[in-house]
């Protein structure tokens, strides 16, 4: 069963506005989240990332806020470039876990 | 260079021969896992080494596939008589520690024929 949800295949944001990708999970012992970007034929690159402790994690451009109650969280990409169009993956790890839960990703293009 | 390396990058086989696939980590990283990306899906995990150790191959599909890292570095995932279904991108990474972010190699892309 999906444990991690991207319900999103793809997103088209133009550039200079704010991209929102977004992530569920169901397992509620998820507590540490993460964001991978994936260009085609390279591997997954970290992100950014958040703990279960907090609801909010910047850095540069990209912010991840989380939702415990709702079990949500989304990555926010202000302003929004063309090299920012990737496939975006959302990861959690559970307590004390340190295998990655994967969602199917989130597909964005950023258009000039 | 200084990230994690995979070869081969491509690798085809015909449906019964076994493969080795290799991940060179980033140096010093403890931790190691391996994933498997099928076509649209996110990666899932196979296995994961502490050093030499193997603490969890859990995620292992079946007794054909096996994983070793005997000197804690290299490690080798080897799956013997393939089928169709192994073909896959599989993915290693490494972490300084388990819970670190994990540093992702760029692949071998495993199509069996």
């Known amino acids: 069963d999906q444990q991690v949800k991207q319900n999103s295949p793809s997103l088209s944001v133009q550039e200079g506005r704010i991209s929102i990708l977004n992530c569920d999970y169901t397992n509620s012992m998820f507590d540490y989240f993460l964001w991978y970007k994936k260009y085609p034929a390279e591997g997954p690159t970290f992100l950014i990332s958040i703990s279960s402790i907090k609801d909010k994690n910047e850095d540069g451009r990209f912010t991840v806020f989380l939702n415990k109650s709702a079990k949500h969280l989304s990555l926010h990409i202000v302003p929004s470039q063309p090299g920012d169009s990737a496939v975006y993956f959302c990861a959690a790890l559970r307590v004390s876990g340190y295998a990655l839960n994967f969602g199917k990703g989130t597909s964005l293009l950023v258009t000039p | 260079g200084a990230g994690v390396s995979q070869s081969p990058r491509y690798k085809v086989a015909k449906r019964g021969q076994d493969v080795a696939l290799r991940c060179d980590p980033i140096?010093?990283?403890?931790?190691l896992f391996w994933y498997q990306q099928a076509l649209g899906q996110g990666p899932e995990f196979l296995t994961y080494?502490?050093?030499?150790?193997?603490?969890?191959k859990s995620g292992l599909p079946s007794d054909r596939f096996f994983a070793e890292r005997p000197e804690g570095s290299v490690s080798t995932l080897k799956i013997q008589r393939t089928q169709q279904e192994d073909s896959a991108v599989y993915l290693c990474a490494s972490s300084l520690l388990s819970r670190e972010p994990q540093h992702f190699g760029d692949g071998t892309r495993l199509s069996i024929l």
């Open positions: 080494f502490q050093n030499e150790a193997q603490l969890d």
């Open positions: 140096s010093g990283h403890v931790s």
